[in-house]
Nanobody, 122 residues
Framework: QVQLVESGGGLVQPGGSLRLSCTVS????????MGWFRQAPGKEREGVSC????????YYSDSVKGRFTISRDNAKNTVYLQMNSLKPEDTAIYYC???????????????WGQGTQVTVSS
């Protein structure tokens, strides 16, 4: 049974940091691209960052570039999203997902986690 379980969300003040983790079970993450997406109330799900399964190429949306860093530890079947300099507009449910190749569109991803809430507020 394939499972992706996110953790690390919470409430943080503007300018603060959080690190999200996504642990995968039921398949080997090594050859899958992994992505982080987010969805705020009333908005569509948007791509935040993704990382290739082989050479580690990464992508970041313009809104998070320079603040967020994606990484993966295949030995632990875990992908991370380090989020620094958080802003109120980063508030959303964050989802991790797996795909056969790196992509920015949610439609390319086959497996999804249940999401973790990130709230940036003073």
């Amino acid at each position: 049974q394939v499972q992706l379980v996110e953790s690390g969300g919470g409430l943080v003040q503007p300018g603060g940091s959080l690190r999200l983790s996504c642990t995968v079970s039921g398949f080997t993450m090594d050859y899958h691209a992994m992505g982080w997406f987010r969805q705020a109330p009333g908005k569509e799900r948007e791509g935040v960052s993704c990382i290739d399964g082989t050479i580690g190429s990464t992508y970041y949306s313009d809104s998070v570039k320079g603040r967020f860093t994606i990484s993966r530890d295949n030995a632990k079947n875990t992908v991370y999203l380090q989020m620094n300099s958080l802003k109120p507009e980063d508030t959303a449910i964050y989802y991790c997902a797996a795909a056969l190749s790196i992509a920015t569109s949610p439609g390319w991803y086959d497996y999804w986690g249940q999401g973790t809430q990130v709230t940036v507020s003073s």
